[in-house]
């Protein structure tokens, strides 16, 4: 079965850098891609950013471009992403995602979801 | 602000049914699949319904989906208690090239 296990949260101060990993098994990862999906305490789903399978394409929400960069190693089963700059506002849980399809701009579902990683940003 | 506007809550008694609305525009609903997720506290969200109106397996009858212009609408029949949860709607934006996700709706089963 399909299962996603994200890894690399924690408490860091604002203006550090994380870099989060999701470790994708039960189906074949290079023919899919992937997304990160972040949830602030108390509120709702937000979206971060995706991959397409074999990492040429990528696209990133307005509130993380420039600081955030996914990426991916297809040789590892791994999706990453790299966050810089982190603000107090940063803070939830990220999640990664797996993709109905393997290419990306449209994405039609997201699939599966890993149990996320809480990242907390504070001084 | 979500590019998605959903009400922020819904309740209705046991074995009574429920919708949920998610209003977009033609850069999103307007011109793509809406899906939606369903998410228990503390929890990660789940695949509800895909294209519309598609159900994975396991998800029961009761949920249903549908869209028309820039509206998409979840169903719920025969509510439960175990249904309480917080439900949302999602889809690609073509203007923002970006994943898009209403609000979230919190049903509560009284």
């Known amino acids: 079965q399909v299962q996603l296990v994200e890894s690399g949260g924690g408490v860091v101060q604002p203006g550090w850098s994380l870099r989060l990993s999701c470790a994708a098994s039960g189906f074949t990862f290079t023919s899919y891609a992937m997304h990160w999906v972040r949830q602030a305490p108390g509120k709702g789903l937000e979206w971060v950013a995706v991959i397409s399978y074999d990492g040429s394409n990528k696209y990133y929400a307005d509130s993380v471009k420039g600081r955030f960069t996914i990426s991916r190693d297809n040789s590892k089963n791994t999706l990453y992403l790299q966050v810089n700059c982190l603000r107090p506002e940063d803070t939830a849980v990220y999640y990664c995602?797996?993709?109905?399809?393997?290419?990306?701009?449209?994405?039609?579902?997201?699939?599966?979801w890993g149990q996320g990683t809480l990242v907390t940003v504070s001084s | 602000q979500s590019v998605l506007t959903q009400p922020p809550s819904v309740s209705a008694a046991p074995g009574q049914k429920v919708t949920i609305s998610c209003s977009g525009s033609?850069?999103?609903?307007?011109?793509?699949?809406v899906s939606w997720y369903q998410q228990f506290q503390g929890t990660a969200p789940k695949l509800l319904i895909y294209e519309n109106n598609k159900r994975p397996s396991g998800i029961p009858d009761r949920f249903s989906g549908s869209e028309s212009g820039t509206s998409a609408t979840l169903g719920i029949t025969g509510l439960q208690t175990g249904d309480e949860a917080d439900y949302y709607c999602?889809?690609?934006?073509?203007?923002?090239?970006?994943?898009?996700f209403g609000g979230g709706t919190k049903l509560t089963v009284l």
């Open positions: 999602g889809t690609w934006d073509s203007s923002l090239s970006a994943w898009v």
């Open positions: 033609s850069s999103n609903i307007g011109n793509n699949y």
């Open positions: 995602a797996r993709d109905r399809g393997s290419i990306v701009g449209p994405t039609e579902y997201l699939q599966h």
